[in-house]
């Protein structure tokens, strides 16, 4: 079968559409199995009168500097260069996000 110069756009919009449905069917199939063990074993923490555990949050990585922009009411993370020729990133969330998110648990 010859496949060269095939897009992707050359695919016929009912296969499209027929693997879609294939993958909804496996995603609740899979949701189906596994949902119930779920909620039993927190039904099962509930009783016995514990809390459900809440996941922890990780230390950040050596590498990566948390700080607070005032000028602009963020709170950003940047990583380090190593070297001058490392490209580094840098994220940044306004302060209200971090402050209502964390009134809520």
């Known amino acids: 079968m010859n496949n060269q110069g095939r897009r992707i756009s050359d695919i016929e919009p009912g296969a ?8 909804l069917l496996g995603a609740f199939i899979a949701g189906r199995i596994t949902g119930p063990s779920m ?8 009783a016995s009168g514990q809390q459900i555990p809440r996941p922890v949050p990780l230390a950040l990585p050596d590498d990566v500097v948390k700080f607070y922009d005032a000028s602009d009411d ?10 001058a020729d490392e ?3 840098i994220s940044c969330l306004p ?3 971090l402050v209502s998110a964390r009134g809520a648990e």
């Open 16 to 23: 499209i559409v027929i693997i879609g449905c294939v993958l």
């Open 74 to 83: 963020v709170t950003c993370w940047r990583v380090r260069n190593a070297d």
């Open 39 to 46: 909620i039993k074993a927190d039904a099962r923490i509930v």
């Open 95 to 97: 302060q209200q996000w």
């Open 87 to 89: 490209a580094g990133g």
